[in-house]
């Protein structure tokens, strides 16, 4: 456990292969923005990462949140109020930020930060758990993860991975106990989806879109998954 993406990198920025996080990584800029490589459509601005990653994930596009635009997140990092940072989303990019996107703004300033500053943008990269899972399961999942058939169905596609081994999530669970953390088993689950992706060959390792586009400061906006074919359409 870590309270920061800086202590991560720390721990590990010089040995580890490949780091995937769940955080955004690569934000729009505005609709009047000339290096905004973002998709508009009816007057709104989006990332093409999440779009792609709803239609991929079927039924469960409801767990991808449109991402802060670069300016409204470092509003929300400066402890601004939500109705303030979802205005500002709104004049950026032509819609509102959901609460959850405003949360954990400060995260993605933190790891925008860290990559600008001395990260490496092919190996710190973005995941979506549900988009991960998708790829494994080869189809898309039917349940929520906050159910007990969700979860079921989330520890069947782990075991089908082959570095993912019998109790893995257990030994896992059992650790945070003795460490007094309070993780809900869905993270858990989660980030084992996001781990076993990070340890992809090189033939399985994939980007969506597969030929990402890169933001206003360098930074490609994709997200990670892990299959021997493409999941774009």
């Not at 721990?11 to 990584?25: C, F, K, L, N």
């Not at 169905?153 to 999530?169: F, K, N, Q």
């Not at 030994?171 to 858990?188: H, K, N």
């Not at 340890?199 to 990402?212: G, K, N, Q, V, Y």
Request: proline share 4%.
């Amino acid at each position: 456990m870590f309270e920061a993406i800086r202590e991560i990198w720390e721990q590990y920025g010089e040995s580890a292969q490949r780091i995937v996080v769940d955080v955004p990584i690569g934000l729009c800029e505005s609709l009047e923005s000339d290096s905004c490589p973002c998709v508009e459509e009816d007057g709104e601005i989006s990332r093409q990462c999440d779009d792609l990653a709803r239609t991929v994930i079927g039924s469960r596009s409801s767990s991808v949140f449109t991402a802060p635009a670069r300016e409204a997140a470092r509003l929300a990092s400066e402890g601004a109020e939500y109705t303030e940072v979802s205005s500002k989303n709104n004049s950026l990019t032509g819609k509102g930020l959901t609460q959850q996107a405003a949360s954990i703004s400060e995260g993605i300033v933190d790891v925008a930060d860290l990559l600008q500053s001395y990260g490496d943008s092919d190996m710190l990269v973005e995941g979506h758990p549900e988009v991960c899972f998708r790829a494994f399961n080869g189809t898309p999942l039917k349940h929520s993860k906050h159910t007990a058939a969700g979860i079921e169905e989330r520890l069947s596609t782990l075991e089908s991975v082959p570095e993912y081994e019998a109790g893995d999530w257990r030994t896992i669970a059992q650790e945070l106990r003795s460490l007094e953390y309070r993780v809900g088993l869905d993270d858990v689950l989660d980030a084992f989806a996001l781990a076993l992706t990070a340890c992809a060959s090189h033939e399985e390792f994939r980007r969506l879109p597969s030929d990402p586009p890169t933001d206003a400061s360098g930074l490609p906006m994709q997200m990670v998954y892990r299959n021997e074919t493409s999941l774009e359409k």
